[in-house]
């Protein structure tokens, strides 16, 4: 079965502007989780969402946002982007269960570099 | 609040020689424990998780894990590696609050 979609793969944005970026899980998955990569601070949890509803957040400013569909599909945004929000965003899916024992498959990412 | 420490940042090894890459955690309620890898421009996969149960855990492409709960440790080893494991690996640790916390991670390089 398809795995995680992310899209656009690749994105070069300036300062101040903003990006979407999406995410389309697993089939059946209900879960969607944001992780931003970046050599510095490694990997760091942005959010995450089950049935449209966000069930934890991250320490990143509220310049980043993101919201999840009825169809379980994800989306993120960041606003005003500044230099150091270029990054791999991966997003990555789970049934949605028991949280802790939720194994997560991840997509392949979205690296955003700015300007 | 969780933590993961992998105590090697660069691990260089020769194919077919063994490898272990440590992990260390902390938490203040149980846990779960899991392994990822990573190659160059791709996301991350699973190589293998401690959920419950036996604390030696076997995962995919010959890994395992062991499971220390009084040493608060997870690594992970090969008996043999080849080239196509040059990769960065992560452990992770999650409970119950809907995420993962990472280590720094691990690079494994592989050489003829």
């Known amino acids: 079965k398809a795995g995680v979609t992310q899209t656009p793969r690749y994105l070069i944005k300036t300062r101040g502007q903003q990006v979407t970026l999406s995410c389309s899980p697993i089939s059946g998955h209900r879960s969607v989780s944001w992780y931003q990569q970046t050599p510095g601070q490694g990997l760091q949890f942005l959010f995450e969402?089950?049935?449209?509803?966000?069930?934890n957040k991250g320490n990143f400013p509220g310049r980043f946002s993101g919201r999840q569909f009825s169809n379980s599909r994800s989306e993120m945004n960041v606003s005003t982007l500044e230099l150091g929000d270029s990054a791999l965003y991966l997003c990555?899916?789970?049934?949605?269960?028991?949280?802790?024992?939720?194994?997560?498959?991840f997509g392949a990412g979205s690296r955003l570099t700015v300007l | 609040a969780q933590s993961v420490t992998q105590l090697d940042s660069q691990v260089p090894v020769f194919e077919e020689a063994p490898v272990e890459l440590r992990c260390n955690y902390s938490s203040s309620v149980s846990v779960y424990l899991f392994w990822y890898v990573q190659y160059p421009n791709q996301g991350l996969q699973l190589l293998l998780k401690y959920l419950s149960g036996s604390t030696l855990v076997k995962g995919i492409n010959g890994f395992e894990a062991e499971f220390n709960k009084s040493q608060t440790s997870f690594h992970l080893r090969k008996p043999s590696v080849h080239i196509s494991d040059t990769a960065e690996y992560f452990c992770a640790v999650s409970n119950n609050d809907y995420k993962l916390s990472f280590g720094a991670g691990t690079t494994v390089t592989v050489r003829a």
């Open positions: 969402y089950f049935s449209e509803t966000q069930r």
């Open positions: 990555a899916s789970s049934l949605g269960g028991i949280s802790g024992a939720n194994v997560l498959t």
